[in-house]
């Protein structure tokens, strides 16, 4: 059940026992010391990214190094949602955003690699099938040609969004920049989610709780101390929670090394 949600958090309490905390996050957002997670409080960290993640983050690196700022015009001259989170965040002033690979959820993994604690993946790799067919639904809802073409006539539906999720915030996060950033962040997530019928949002973000309680089964202490931090952004934090709230079954989920170790790598 869920216990707290805070400015840009949420807890939630395993009836089978262990404690988990959603920590929210804002893309390519560089969040000040208040709003990190203390590592030695949790026993694990999963991440709503697929276990291709890292290679990806290492990649975004490489690309930064040979050419800064090539991964933020890269998108901010598409004509996605991200694009128009982007130019949102540009106009806010005293927040370091634009950073890739996403600052806060490599910060966060590389800690618990350091620490010695298992990171966990939460999205399913595309040889799942099940998982597998839910990407093709949510492809063929978000590429129906109405949906394509109020993505390119879009700017009127972002500035209804901006104010909706304007109304719906609490102001009382660390400054009223990231106040800002919040908002933002739920716009986008918002018209993201609204190319997609709720059927196909409930079955993803159960899909996902399922793991998430995996996740927590799979750290190493007695179940009720067990305790999982799970980094996604902020504005998919209540989806997660409604997800748990169903009470699916834990999925079985193997920690980021076991998987390497299974697939030969180091």
């Not at 000040?32 to 890292?54: K, T």
């Amino acid at each position: 059940m869920a216990e707290g949600r805070a400015w840009s958090t949420a807890t939630w309490t395993d009836p089978d026992g262990g404690t988990v905390l959603l920590h929210g996050t804002f893309p390519t957002v560089v969040h000040p010391r208040a709003l990190w997670p203390e590592v030695a409080a949790w026993d694990g960290v999963a991440v709503l990214e697929d276990a291709e993640a890292p290679h990806a983050w290492a990649q975004e690196a490489a690309d930064e190094r040979a050419s800064p700022g090539v991964n933020l015009e890269a998108v901010r001259f598409g004509i996605g949602h991200e694009a128009r989170l982007l130019e949102a965040f540009s106009a806010i002033e005293g927040v370091q955003w634009g950073a890739f690979p996403d600052p806060e959820p490599v910060r966060v993994v590389r800690a618990f690699e350091r620490a010695g604690k298992p990171v966990f993946f939460l999205e399913p790799s595309l040889e799942d099938e099940s998982w597998s067919d839910q990407l093709s639904l949510e492809a063929t809802e978000r590429t129906h040609w109405r949906r394509l073409l109020r993505r390119v006539r879009g700017r009127r539906t972002w500035s209804r969004t901006l104010v909706a999720a304007s109304k719906a915030s609490k102001d009382d996060g660390p400054n009223e920049a990231f106040s800002q950033v919040k908002v933002a962040s739920r716009a986008w997530w918002a018209m993201w989610d609204d190319d997609l019928q709720p059927s196909t949002i409930e079955a993803r973000d159960t899909r996902l709780a399922a793991r998430v309680r995996g996740a927590l089964r799979s750290v190493g202490v007695p179940p009720t101390a067990r305790r999982l931090l799970v980094v996604l952004p902020e504005a998919r934090i209540d989806g997660l929670l409604a997800g748990l709230s169903r009470g699916p079954s834990a999925e079985v989920i193997v920690s980021y090394d076991d998987l390497l170790a299974m697939n030969g790598e180091e």
